[in-house]
């Protein structure tokens, strides 16, 4: 099997993402699709990575993926969008993204939603969970996905589409290089945040491990055909 990862900057990479395809034997591609292109097809598994950029912004690469990921979607591949990578698939199937009402940089509560629950990845963690964000932008609810978590800033944290593609406005994949990568290359946001790089590290750690068993469930689940 062979899972397709577009990025676009290259210090928001797959992290725990990988470690999980490469205990099951799968290969993974990497784009930096603002450099690189696309590719020529998604894969058995597409993962789209964020970045600082906005899925509004007018780049041409900005509607190129769009309409990538959008094929994808509407052909039921498995599909996994982090961040400004579920803002895409928002986009692509109809949803508005818009500015949110304030910076989730760091450690934030998300809850799962009635249906969050009943979930076949997110059923078997925590109503609450603890998870990194780093995002200023949200949106609606796509049309024909299920909600899947809430946070106080952003109401529509986690979606599914279908049964194997999910948006997660979070980072579940983030490591500790990660964090320090991000705290390096965006550090104006953490200003605005009022937050400094050893406090987001420190906050971060304690709850990795649990993110990294979400993630592993997750690339378990959608790797799998349905029945």
């Known amino acids: 099997m062979r899972a397709v990862c577009l990025q676009h900057v290259s210090f928001e990479g797959p992290g725990a993402f990988a470690t999980a395809l490469t205990n099951r ?3 993974l591609d990497h784009y930096l699709v603002p450099h690189d292109g696309l590719p020529k097809d998604s894969g058995d598994l597409l993962i789209v ?9 007018s780049d041409g690469w900005i509607a190129e993926e769009t309409a990538f990921i959008r094929s994808a979607l509407r052909a039921g591949k498995p599909v996994i969008g982090v961040c400004l990578g579920s803002q895409f ?12 009402k304030a910076l989730e940089i760091g450690m934030t509560r998300i809850r799962l939603t009635g249906e969050g629950k009943k979930d076949p990845v997110f059923g078997s963690f925590p109503e609450a969970l603890s998870v990194f964000q780093w995002h200023g932008e949200v949106f609606d609810l796509p049309q024909d996905c299920v909600w899947l978590a809430e946070s106080d800033v952003a ?3 986690a979606f599914r589409y279908g049964s194997r593609a999910y948006g997660l406005l979070f980072h579940l994949e983030v490591e500790p290089d990660g964090i320090d990568a991000l705290c390096r290359e965006c550090a104006p946001d953490l200003a605005r945040a009022q937050l ?5 590290l420190i906050d971060a750690l304690p709850h990795l491990w649990l993110s990294h068993q979400v993630v592993d469930r997750l690339i378990g689940h959608v790797l799998v055909p349905p029945r």
Do not use: E, H, Y
């Open 25 to 27: 034997g799968v290969s």
């Open 49 to 57: 990575m964020g970045g600082p950029m906005s899925v509004n912004d």
């Open 89 to 100: 698939m928002a986009k692509s199937l109809g949803a508005t993204v818009r500015p949110g």
């Open 155 to 157: 109401p529509i944290q």
């Open 196 to 200: 400094t790089a050893q406090r987001v």
